[in-house]
């Protein structure tokens, strides 16, 4: 190119991405045809007159989210790095099987929630350390009504699980909140039913069906990364183990394929059913960590969960993994065919 084209093709490139202009308004005003704008603008990004840099915060994979975001089928994907992927002076290191969640995941969600709520919408959360994280790093949401959508772990420890979660989201947001002052798991059936049909908690599940958006947590099939499994007898973990348990979500047991299995313990939970929970529009989970990586897999391929928070550990082994085969997270579809 000599001076004169040189010269154009970089007031041509400033006009289109500087400006905001159109080919055609560009090519009005240099009296040439839009074709001959658009090889101009080729050929400036060919001789490096014009470097695009798309740059995002340093803690997000923007190559890993998309790529796990097509997928599996995701509306959203977002992965952030993980502990083990950052330099050793800033607390990186090697990744174990028993490294801990990444506590920065709750903070990403928090952000996304930001972007996904809007004004009159019902928020729902769901038990999980994730998901308390995520509620404590809160800082903005369009006014929406905020319900509970389990029980929690441990009654005793309401204040400062899943109930604080959800009176904190609706502070944020200015509106109502609907906890559950109940544990998500009961000895029997008919204590859980008697529970169900108190005025409070029926209150909450009148809500089910208008949520909007939804915010769960995954775990592994393992004691500490499983609400569920803690919660049961050793008898009770090996015969679900026996039926391959591999994933929890709300109470909700998986096997590897991310088919529903001991359904039976429903009867015992304080829990959003499976199919009102397919029924919500928006589904995000939060979960990272390579010790819960196959656990992810596994409710991805549910199809209850529409967009995943997670990082890089995780990742990685799912984008690994063979082909899920249908992109179950669009397509909404239940792999038992119920």
Known sequence: MGPAELVQAAAMARRFYLEGKSKIQIAEEFGVSRFKVA???????????????????????????????????????????????APAAFGGGTPTEDAPDPENLGEVAAGLLGELVNEGDVLGLAWGRSTIHMAAALHRLPPCTVVQLTGVYDAGTADRGSVEAVRRAADVAGGEAHPIYAP???PDPATAAALRGQTGIARAFEYFDKVTVACVSIGSWAPG??????????????????????????????????????????ERC?????????????????????????????????????????????????????????RPALDRADPDGV
């Open 184 to 186: 998500m798991l009961l």
């Open 39 to 85: 090889r101009v603008l080729e050929t400036a990004l060919e001789r490096d007159l014009v470097r695009i840099e798309i740059r995002v915060p340093s803690e997000l994979d923007a190559e890993r989210s998309d790529a796990l975001r097509a997928r599996y089928g995701l509306r959203h994907a977002v992965v952030v790095e993980s502990p083990a992927d």
């Open 225 to 266: 990364i499983s609400t569920v499994y803690d919660m049961l007898s050793e008898q009770e973990r090996e015969h679900y183990a026996s039926l391959g348990a591999a994933a929890e979500m709300s109470a909700h047991l998986f096997d590897a394929d991310g088919r529903r299995i001991g359904r039976d313990l429903g």
């Open 270 to 326: 304080i829990t959003v059913e499976a199919d009102r929970l397919r029924r919500i529009p928006e589904v995000v989970a939060i979960a990272g960590g390579r010790r819960k990586a196959a656990a992810i897999g596994a409710v991805l391929r549910s199809g209850l969960v529409t967009s995943l928070v997670t990082d890089t550990a995780a990742a990685d082994h799912l984008l690994l993994e063979t082909g899920p085969g249908p």
